[in-house]
């Protein structure tokens, strides 16, 4: 009461205009407006006791209150994210599954051509179209693709993608060092585990990497602890358990993926030296 009889005197019209903000406000959010006015009606009430005579000249009641509540509500929230984790995602272990992709085969008519830029042969162009049919036969479409930059892993993409739109909903990374890490012995493994995490979410399942022999192979030897030849257009299926990618890299670790199986292209896009012990 003595605090509303000091303020009576210097507020007048001001007071009731603030006071009809106030009201206002209740339309929407009564508790939140209610108490905001009262802290802001202290804090003016002791500044006016010093002399600084600020309410006649506050500004409106909406441009101070509201900042300063949202303020107070982030800051609560950032608390409880990093102290009680009660606000955090819950992470769940579950199946992660990796598909390690090796390019279609490629055509050597244009010798003129480097390495990186050979396209695909027609056969290769065929067993792309043919091995995307099978992995979604399977129900193993990935939600993120890492691909190596070079033309012929690029035109085996983007065949998959013409065939079938499941393809085109993942997101997809090209990454230069994929070609390029591929011919280092010892260093595919460590470098693809790398690339899955940094791309990968926690709530994604499914990763596809497309890549080159020899690294290609080596990396799907190394995961499942199993020796795995990948020709042209083959694709080795890993599983392993995890909340996380990293979890699972660590958890799985040398050996630990479990080997599904090698997707190989059918008999009419790749000739009978391709094509032994089909899954």
């Not at 050597?108 to 979604?136: F, Q, Y």
């Not at 080596?218 to 083959?234: D, R, Y």
Request: net charge positive.
């Amino acid at each position: 009461m003595a605090t509303k009889a000091a303020l009576a005197p210097s507020t007048g019209a001001s007071f009731r205009g603030r006071l009809n903000n106030v009201q206002t406000e209740q339309n929407s959010n009564p508790p939140r407006a209610f108490f905001g006015f009262l802290t802001n009606l202290k804090m003016s009430s002791q500044l006016g006791h010093r002399g600084q005579g600020l309410w006649p000249s506050m500004p409106n009641y909406t441009s101070v209150c509201r900042p300063s509540w949202r303020m107070n509500v982030e800051r609560s929230v950032q608390q409880k994210m990093v102290g009680g984790r009660k606000a955090g995602p819950i992470l769940v272990p579950c199946t992660r599954r990796l598909i390690l992709l090796r390019h279609a085969k490629s055509s050597w008519t244009n010798r003129s051509l480097r390495d990186h830029e050979r396209p695909l042969s027609t056969r290769g162009r065929r067993a792309a179209a043919n091995i995307a049919a099978k992995l979604r036969e399977k129900g193993w479409i990935p939600e993120i693709i890492l691909c190596s930059d070079s033309i012929r892993t690029r035109e085996t993409l983007g065949i998959m993608q013409q065939h079938f739109l499941e393809y085109l909903e993942a997101e997809v990374h090209f990454l230069g060092s994929y070609y390029a890490i591929a011919a280092m012995d010892g260093e595919t493994t460590k470098h693809l585990q790398e690339t899955v995490c940094r791309f990968s979410k926690d709530n994604t399942t499914t990763v596809m990497c497309m890549g080159h022999n020899r690294g290609w192979e080596e990396a799907a030897s190394m995961f499942s602890g199993v020796p795995v030849e990948l020709k042209t257009a083959n694709a080795a299926l890993l599983e392993a358990y995890g909340a996380s990618w990293d979890e699972t890299f660590q958890s799985a670790g040398t050996g630990g993926w479990k080997l599904l199986g090698i997707v190989k292209p059918d008999q009419n896009s790749e000739s009978s030296d391709d094509i032994d012990n089909l899954i």
